[in-house]
């Protein structure tokens, strides 16, 4: 797919053809050239004459254009089905949520180097719930009432530190994969022996997903409501928007599981151009042991491959769908930044953000607190702020965990060796520290390198992008639907293959026309006669998508044109193939039809809508059997 994209994304060369009275013409924004030869006209059915038929001119238009000119993620105002028509739109048909099966994995919890589950103490009378402590090879070391702390203690914030037997699901399709999260935790974040919180329990109080596109870097976040204590995870639960645009059911289940509000800032934690983050909590074979890179506990205590190994350089793409997610969290977005020091041990397999991989996850991993020398007030109080969470991370990790214990999984990613803690690789130097936490709290001045986190949403046809519109051609039509008046079709070929998502529906066409007498000498106009999309600012709209100018009878501008078939609010089939896209005008007698078509993609976030640089010209003109 790619390859076709590339393969017409150069200026279209201009052509004009005369069909006896009838004659049109392609030319593109940038050149002037026009060829010209003669072929026979068809025949041709009733035309129209304005002004006397523009009501009908005007109905025609709508009837022939209306089902198939609508924007994507317009099928409903709910913030969470908007959200879901959003997601669909761009990364194709989304998964049910489902924590169990066999593309799931349980979470434990490791103390003193040791797995912990909650189980009935046989041993004692009544089999109480208790903490039993297991070594690699499954046996019991010993039974414990309460666990204060853990070796890897969660750096989420706001859930658990030591919480056990949360659940994580992984689907992937093409180049899109979506991470489900079905977490426990407790009011007074800490854990207890109770039912709730054995691996038996489908009870659960956090419920989140994440969408990601590798090629692309789009990201998505869904967060189940606030205001629900407890979900099961032996349901499924409905994506957002339903399955698709008729799925009445799924769009009504989905608005009241999920958070309307979209509270919770995903993306400041999971700000490392990946979907996952990988740290010790999550328990990646990455991250092991520093007395030996074979330690039984390694395996046995990991994920091991579940997740794939990726590594996001400072310039790969990145950017969030989600409207009202952006909205929510425009001003966190609009300043965050990603940097790389140049030479920096750090910097040899990842880049890190002025947001929580840069803070938070860089200070605990290396085992350092946050410094910036002349700090701001407002950085001040952030990186107090940040030294407290730290430190309740800190209160919970246990002595054999930490940087001076016998564990050895404090600090957790070494300098040039990651999470090989077996290597033996000393901690950073305070200069090197004190450089990577500067460029975090946004210090730092060049050796940063700072450039924005997210990128900007991909032009049609541009840069990383090189699907183009192609094949275009106009003819006359002698009916349309059935209907008696004649027509003039403009059609032309698309595939939207950006990212490899089949089923992608971000971008339409915007089509100008302007009639005007054929001139008598019959020349080819000038690019400067063709109408600009622009020109609709007084327009009344005829209905969705279609609008005449009444400061100028000549003036019609279709907006958001999709494919052939495409029917208002429904989702696009998979296809690898390019699609037939066309629009059909009424013929008008003795009238010179001005096409310009300008290919435009919705970026459901800040940026909203942006349109090609090159759009395309093409003109028609229609004698009447002269």
Not at 486 to 503: C, D, F, H, K, Q
Request: hydrophobic share 35%; net charge neutral; proline share 6%.
């Amino acid at each position: 797919m790619t390859h076709l994209g590339r393969l017409f994304a150069i200026p279209l060369i201009g052509l004009a053809v005369q069909f006896g009275s009838v004659r049109l013409g392609f030319q593109d924004a940038y050149t002037s050239q026009t060829n010209v030869f003669a072929v026979t006209s068809g025949s041709l059915s009733a035309r129209l004459t304005l002004p006397g038929d523009a009501a009908l001119f005007d109905d025609l238009v709508l009837k022939w254009n209306g089902d198939y000119s609508w924007g994507p993620a317009t099928g409903g105002s709910d913030p969470v089905t908007r959200f879901g028509d959003e997601a669909r739109s761009v990364f194709g048909p989304i998964p049910d949520g489902a924590c169990a099966g066999p593309q799931s994995r349980s979470l434990g919890l490791e103390v003193d180097g040791n797995s912990v589950g909650v189980e009935p103490n046989v041993a004692k009378p009544g089999s109480p719930l208790e903490f039993a402590h297991r070594e690699a090879g499954g046996q019991i070391v010993k039974w414990t009432s309460a666990v204060a702390k853990c070796d890897k203690p969660s750096l989420a914030g706001g859930v658990t530190f030591c919480g056990l037997n949360s659940r994580i699901a992984r689907v992937k399709r093409n180049r899109v994969e979506w991470l489900f999260l079905c977490r426990k935790s407790s009011d007074d974040l800490e854990v207890h022996a109770q039912p709730y919180w054995t691996q038996t329990d489908p009870r659960f109080s956090r419920y989140s997903a994440i969408g990601y596109n590798e090629i692309t870097g789009e990201i998505a976040f869904i967060d189940g409501r606030k205001d629900r204590g407890v979900f099961d995870w032996s349901e499924r639960f409905p994506p957002p928007g339903g399955q698709s645009y008729q799925d009445e059911m799924g769009r009504r289940e989905a608005e009241e599981l999920y958070d309307k509000t979209f509270e919770v800032n995903c993306v400041s934690c999971h700000d490392n151009k990946k979907p996952a983050i990988i740290d010790p909590h999550m328990q990646q074979a990455r991250v092991g042991f520093s007395g030996d890179r074979h330690d039984a506990r390694t395996t046995a205590f990991s994920l091991g491959s579940f997740f794939p190994g990726r590594v996001a350089n400072v310039d790969a793409p990145f950017r969030v769908i989600g409207s009202g997610y952006a909205f929510a969290h425009r001003g966190a977005m609009r300043n965050a930044n990603a940097f790389a020091i140049k030479g920096h041990p750090c910097f040899a397999c990842h880049s890190l953000t002025t947001l929580e991989s840069g803070r938070r996850f860089a200070a605990d991993a290396t085992g350092m607190s946050p410094k910036v020398r002349d700090p701001t007030i407002g950085q001040t109080v952030a990186i107090a702020q940040e030294k407290a969470a730290l430190q309740m991370v800190r209160d919970h990790r246990t002595k054999w965990a930490s940087e001076f214990g016998e564990g050895g999984i404090m600090p957790w990613m070494l300098p040039n060796h990651g999470g090989r803690l077996s290597e033996g690789s000393g901690q950073l130097s305070a200069s090197e520290w004190e450089q990577l936490s500067a460029c975090a709290w946004g210090s730092g001045g060049d050796i940063c390198g700072f450039r924005p986190l997210f990128t900007s949403c991909p032009i049609p046809g541009e840069s990383i992008d090189t699907f183009v519109p192609f094949d275009f051609s106009v003819a006359s039509q002698p009916t349309v639907n059935g209907n008696e008046h004649s027509a003039i079709r403009l059609t032309w070929r698309y595939l939207n293959g950006y990212g490899a998502v089949p089923e992608r529906d971000d971008v339409r066409f915007d089509v100008a026309l302007k009639l005007e007498d054929i001139p008598s000498s019959r020349v080819s106009p000038d690019i400067s006669d063709y109408p600009g999309v622009d020109e609709s600012k007084s327009a009344i709209a005829l209905g969705p998508g279609v609008v005449v100018s009444r400061t100028a009878e000549n003036y019609l501008l279709i907006r958001n044109v999709s494919f052939e078939g495409h029917r208002r609010w429904t989702d696009a089939p998979a296809t690898s193939e390019t699609r037939r896209y066309s629009i059909a005008i009424p013929d008008v007698c003795g009238k010179r039809y001005l096409f310009r078509i300008l290919p435009k993609r919705f970026c459901f976030e800040n940026s909203g809508v942006v349109s090609g640089k090159r759009d395309y010209l093409a003109f028609y003109d229609s004698g009447c059997g002269e």
